[in-house]
């Protein structure tokens, strides 16, 4: 009866299907080079609202819609939906989908949470507990600066190392039939800590995260990079990028063209001011949407590993001197070839 | 093959057993009418560690190995954690099991979280995605009042609706195997907001949100206050006992004794200043493994409702004026008779 293939990935017997998904993404993010990939892009900060945790509570519920819409299914035949965010208590999430009348579980992974909620909604529906699952998460700008760092009025630089957080969303929905990209194996990740203090410096805090589960998916499943036509990581930038890299050379792992970070893809790092590359539950949330998915329907890739990373921590967690945890999930999804 | 019974509502086919499950509590809770029944009581808010915070993640962690210890299972068998609590991107899970070497998941539910990790984790069990998987979540009150309310040496009055935040942790281990209480039925709930914005009034807050998991579950399973030996609520309290019991009794239920809340039976309101009870993740988490589920070993019940309830706002939404939405997660719980 056990679908587990070794300590952390299991394999879905009947795997379900990605039905529909859409990303919306704010003003920088229409800017970028996947300005194009959208289904909606914000003109400001505010989504029409009076203030950005709205706004991104409001971005969230557009993108839902929007995949219910390209799904063509309505929420009431939606079994579940998995949502999260990086607000204090995952506000903009709560806030969002208040009004769906969607049987609703909370999910918190950082910016790994796509990954996560959909690897959550692949399995029930795989066990035969929902025919339609959603899975959306998103992040915003603003509200996460004043979150996390300082008053966006305060204009502090920003170092080398640091990302800009994604103001995006997206969601996909899962179900079980018969047409559209599978998801055919789940890779949950251990919470890893390689001692990084540093919050400017989240790509370096995540990568070995990224380097647990990718190590562990390619055991589990007896598979490599070549098996795969992409590999995403979610926001590792391009400092995590190069570290994960390097990692995975030192195993005798060569990652070569097939290794692309969703952080890195999101914005022109020589013309957008984003450093070390994008983050946010929105940045592999909108690029998996926007970009990954869109490109596997048209026969670019057909089978894909998605990873996204998540840092664990808080500015409590960071004022009182701890290091950052970090975690990394991963799935796969192909198409029927 | 749908397990679904209802919209809410899954029925599972091999129900997983409670293997082992256990419950910390701090100086306030060793005060109390379930001052015999923890595995642990600390006799400070530190319980040995420099910050509330680090307490909390103490707390679960202390948690987690004696709920281990008492299923006669070790870390390295668990499939999965399911985990998280009330501070701001949920650190005390986080940090408390980033040693743990087990695959992670990082749920948000408030003070529903013990009945979310459980009903994901027996679903997990259920659909042959794991044998053993641990539902663990706690709160702390110097923690969330710092964080939440007021610095605690402000001594700020409290309303009599208000409620105390436990300083309590629970562990559940869920396994498939043939002996102990079975987890039978799930019922997940959704966002419901009755419009309350009053933050010292979560009772009121969350009741419907009881109101209509409760009322869901008896639907789709076509049971009712009779089919159960005793229906817990989380964390209503004094006030939101008495709102949801008026809402079911205008409804033509009448609950009579065998429905009790946890924020009522861990604390004595007479003596102890809790106002309306308590709160908190670690409410319903510890009260059911340190007196629902010894009782219902000793067979004083044999099925149990456990119906735990969350407010899913934050200082943020409420200072912006936002209403408080809340949800309730509801779990059968029953011994082989």
Redesign the interface.
Known sequence: ????LG??T?AL?DPPRLRGWAAVGGKKEGEGPLKDCFDKISEDAYFGEQ?W??AETRMLRDCFSLACDKAKLPPSKL??IFS?D??????SS??A??????????????CSTMA?AL??GA??I??????NVCAVTGSHFCSAER?YRFPLEYGGVRAPTAQWTVTGAGAVILSRRREGPRLTHVT??????AGITDANNMGAAMAPAAFSTLTAHFADTERDFDDYDAVFTGDLGAVGHDILQSLLEKDGIDTGVKYMDCGMLIYDRKTQGVNSGGSGCGCCASVLAAHILPAMEKGIWNRVLFAATGA??????AQ?G?SI?S?CHAVVIENEV
Chains 1, 2 share one sequence.
């Open positions: 009866m056990s679908k587990r300590r952390q299991v017997s203030s945790e709205k079994d579940y999260g990086l607000l204090n208590q995952c506000i709560a806030f989908m208040r009004d769906t009348a969607v049987p609703y579980f909370g999910t918190y992974g950082a996560e690897s959550l399995m029930l795989d066990g035969g507990f929902a025919a979150q949950t990740g251990m919470i890893t800590d664990l921590m808080s500015p409590t967690s009182q701890e945890p975690i």
